[in-house]
């Protein structure tokens, strides 16, 4: 079977690739190694953790702010089982989808591991052991990631778990200990935490979400502790062990000689995710990895093998499916001959909790570093109108623009909705607004976005109306 281009991997970046290189008019395979289409995103990662996010958010809701409401519950409790499903069942529509997709697309899908016999032959092994062979014009790896468990975590998908087992957990835990503060380890805590489970982060860096900015991390944290999440900041984790029916875990001060232990019914290590390029016979087509074993790619995202192209997780840059997606496109237009482009400073990116989490362009800390010029302006939610309706009052929103030409250089969110919200800045954005444009700008009474407004008023010289 000959195709003009193959797509190994069926994440958000592989399926987006497959679908705009069809569209283009390009005969094209989409080659999965599990039954199921929409990789780690769709499967177990940002779909299912929406889905719980949702759910326990509303368990929340009723439990503490319904009787604020005039809402008066009796016998409230917690259907896992239920919870579970429905989120089973979120997934199921959402492949499903995918799969129509590609039919709609004709676009030939092979189940199957997929790797390289020479640049142009792939080899497909299904999970019977049964061999499919094709050629290809064109290849895109796009086989993303998986979690980091280094050995000394003791990783066994019981009580020392990755995010993929704490999606399905058939019990509302009594305690947790989640070894990083980053985003998984934060969403998947705050959903547990909603549900009455005890939860310790132990996180190495001095702040929690370390990618993004200082504001945002201190407002989070702040959020995070009124769920009940304990915090340890500054400490590592030298060991885990699973005794059965709970684990223990070894930590350090990082800074001092102070040890102690923490007991939990699970461990959940989200410590970050590694590359996916196991197996895929990277040396017969003459592909190479760098010192961090990612894909080498130059601007056109090709890799040192001509005609070989890689995206998503598997490559430099941040972990996200929205930029897997701006890449898939990017190199399906690229082999046709277009040219299209990807400003990878205007790619948000956003922490499911509540308050929500969203970031686009620089942080402070960068342009500090960086030597830029620039001016600051915040509004707090607790001043906003629509806020005090909600009773969504924590967080801020923040704006960074530059001090001589108000060109807006990065904007900040941690509050209701922010991961909505940040679309309206990475648009103004990319047309290199002024804060001013920002400010003069007609937003809703009342919404949620006008704390943006305000925000950017804050930032021209000062003239935010409500504070």
């Known amino acids: 079977m000959k195709f003009d281009v193959a797509v190994i991997g069926s994440g958000p970046g592989g399926y987006v690739a497959a679908i705009r290189c069809a569209q283009l008019g390009l005969k094209t395979a989409l080659i999965e190694r599990y039954n199921n289409l929409g990789g780690t ?45 429905r989120k089973n069942d979120v997934v199921e529509q959402t492949v499903k989808g995918l799969q129509f997709l590609m039919k709609k697309n004709k676009i030939e899908v092979f189940h199957g591991h997929g790797s390289f016999l020479s640049p142009r032959r792939i080899q497909i092994t299904a999970a019977d052991g049964k061999t499919t062979e094709i050629e290809s014009d064109k290849v895109i790896i796009a086989t993303g990631s998986k979690p980091i468990t280094p050995p000394a975590f003791q990783y066994d998908k019981k009580r020392i778990i990755t995010s993929t087992e704490a999606l399905n957990l058939t019990e509302v835990p009594q305690r947790m200990v989640i070894i990083g503060g980053g985003v998984i380890g934060l969403e998947l805590g705050s959903v547990y935490a909603r549900l009455g ?93 760098d010192d961090k074993g990612r894909v080498i790619v ?62 686009v362009g620089r942080t402070e800390e960068q342009l500090k570093q960086e030597g830029v010029p620039y001016k600051s302006g915040k509004f707090p939610f607790s001043a906003l109108g629509r806020a005090r309706a909600s009773t969504d009052t924590e967080g801020m929103a923040k704006v960074l623009s530059h001090k001589d030409t108000d060109e807006i250089l990065g904007v900040h969110i941690v509050g209701p909705r922010a991961a909505d919200m940040i679309a309206e800045a990475v648009a103004l954005m990319e047309f290199r607004a002024s804060a001013e444009d920002a400010a003069r700008m007609s937003h809703a009474h009342p919404t949620y976005t006008e704390a943006f407004k305000e925000a950017a008023l804050a930032a021209t010289e000062n003239r935010a109306i409500h504070i």
Request: proline letters at 4%; a negative charge; glycine letters at 6%.
């Open 41 to 85: 995103c769709l499967n177990v990662g940002c779909i299912p953790s929406k889905a719980l996010l949702d759910s326990s958010e509303h368990y929340h809701n009723a439990k503490e702010k319904f009787s604020l409401h005039g809402i008066l519950l009796q016998h409230l409790e917690v259907n896992m089982t239920q919870m579970i499903a």
């Open 197 to 289: 489970t005890r939860v310790d982060v132990v996180e190495y860096l001095d702040r929690i979400i370390p990618n993004m900015d200082s504001d945002c991390s201190k407002e989070l944290m702040r959020a995070l502790k009124k769920l009940g999440i304990q915090f340890y900041l500054r400490h590592a984790v030298t060991s885990v062990v699973n005794h059965g029916d709970s684990v223990t875990i070894e930590v350090e001060k990082r800074d001092a000689a102070e040890r102690f232990s923490l007991q939990a019914d699970y461990c959940l290590v989200a410590i970050g995710r590694r590359p996916y390029t196991h197996n895929l016979g990277l040396d017969n087509a003459g592909v190479q990895l």
């Open 298 to 359: 130059n601007d056109r995202l090709e890799t040192t093998s001509p005609g070989i192209y890689a995206i998503g997780d598997v490559i430099r840059g941040a972990m996200l499916a929205h930029k897997a997606e701006e890449e898939g496109i990017f190199v399906a237009e690229t082999i046709v001959g277009q040219h299209p482009h990807i400003d990878y400073n205007l790619i948000p990116n956003v922490v499911y909790t509540w308050p929500e989490v969203a970031g």
